[in-house]
């Protein structure tokens, strides 16, 4: 294991070098032409507040060429993020969290509540609230998000402290697997604003994959960036969904049966509160497709896990589309962020959907 995690470590280098060195993007006859109306940019909400924030995004933004072809899109991707490292002035992404505990006094917890407002010297807020383009499917059900300094999720459930963005809901594993049916939409997420630049290239790049060959259509359902404690409102009542459980928690086997859970209310799917000097509160941090499904065997998908078949998420993405293939954990090791695949802890336990810029 430890042989892999180096190899994958090497790539992006390898890649960013012989890629930057020698091409530049260029129409191709071999890919397939996307959809004739303009697919829609990620942007942020707070631009007349954090204008340096917003221009920067539209500086680094994603081409959209007639026939890109999968190389292209590589190459564009890569000099995007290596021009938005420049403008941002970051080499390695932790160098992120080092700026954004210096703007907290010595010895003072850390709250993206408390911290969102504060101002990098150059006067744009801390947090932004990011929106930008994914695929969802044809029935998926949009719903708001809460977040509060509490310490208990129930808390920011019942009492809806403040909106913070929104989730993607959707009941069937089948809507979810179809992806013929998938319709472009927005999610919009709280992150900072050093960092929006960087995650919202990924994302885009996600959803531009799926915009010029529709295999690749991913339905990212939830994005959780900045926050210490967030949850829906629990006043949906109860709620049933559709989820995988396998036979053992600690096997590779793919065997798995469709468990029907029921729940309480959204509340119980969609809720997290992250630990004090998680890269979550410094707004540095993504979870993608982070769910929580009680009631079944290692159900995906899953925040941690012991399970072998962790590692095969190509077969988890075959299966249950929520799961990232392994071109979307690529993509994010040319951003720099730090991936599952290149850290471990809580006993070998690895975090499936998360990915942040690293603390040391």
Same mark, same amino acid.
């Given at each position: ?292 499904? +009680?009631?079944?065997?290692? &159900?995906?998908?899953? /925040?941690? !896990?012991?399970?072998?078949?962790? =590692? %095969?998420? @190509?077969?988890? #993405? ?12 690529? +993509?994010?090791?040319?951003? &720099?962020?730090?991936? /599952?695949? !290149?850290?471990?802890?809580?006993? =070998? %336990?690895? @975090?499936?959907? #998360? ?6």
């Amino acid at each position: 294991m430890q042989a892999k995690v180096l190899a994958w470590s090497l790539i992006p280098a390898l890649l960013l070098c012989g890629w930057l060195a020698f091409a530049a993007p260029a129409a191709t006859g071999g890919a397939r032409q996307p959809d004739s109306s303009s697919p829609p940019h990620s942007r942020i909400l707070e631009a007349a507040q954090a204008p340096r924030t917003a221009r920067l995004l539209r500086q680094a933004a994603l081409t959209y060429a007639p026939r890109m072809s999968e190389k292209d899109r590589e190459i564009d991707f890569l000099q995007k993020v290596a021009l938005a490292k420049r403008l941002i002035g970051v080499g390695r992404l932790v160098g992120l969290r080092h700026m954004t505990m210096n703007l907290l006094l010595p010895g003072q917890e850390v709250s993206w509540e408390e911290l969102r407002r504060r101002r990098w010297p150059g006067g744009d807020p801390v947090g932004v609230t990011l929106e930008v383009p994914v695929w969802v499917p044809a029935r998926a059900q949009r719903l708001k998000t809460y977040s509060g300094f509490e310490k208990k999720w129930q808390t920011v459930a019942l009492n809806k402290p403040r909106p913070s963005g929104c989730v993607w809901f959707v009941r069937t594993l089948a809507d979810i697997n179809d992806k013929t049916r998938y319709r472009p939409e927005m999610i919009q997420v709280e992150v900072n604003s050093k960092f929006a630049p960087l995650a919202a290239l990924l994302l885009e790049y996600i959803f531009r994959e799926g915009w010029y060959d529709p295999s690749k259509r991913l339905p990212l359902l939830t994005v959780r960036s900045g926050e210490d404690t967030y949850a829906v409102s629990a006043a949906s009542g109860p709620v049933s969904a559709e989820c995988l459980s396998f036979p053992d928690r600690d096997g590779a086997s793919m065997t798995a049966t469709l468990a029907q859970c029921s729940y309480a209310s959204l509340a119980d799917i969609y809720h997290g509160r992250h630990a004090p000097y998680s890269n979550h509160r410094l707004g540095l941090a993504m979870d993608i497709n982070d769910f929580n499904y +009680a009631g079944v065997v290692d &159900g995906i998908p899953n /925040p941690v !896990s012991k399970s072998l078949r962790q =590692y %095969n998420r @190509d077969a988890m #993405h075959k299966i249950d589309a929520r799961n990232l293939p392994m071109w979307v954990y690529r +993509a994010a090791g040319w951003v &720099g962020c730090r991936v /599952p695949q !290149s850290w471990a802890y809580y006993g =070998y %336990n690895v @975090d499936w959907p #998360h990915m942040d810029v690293g603390t040391k």
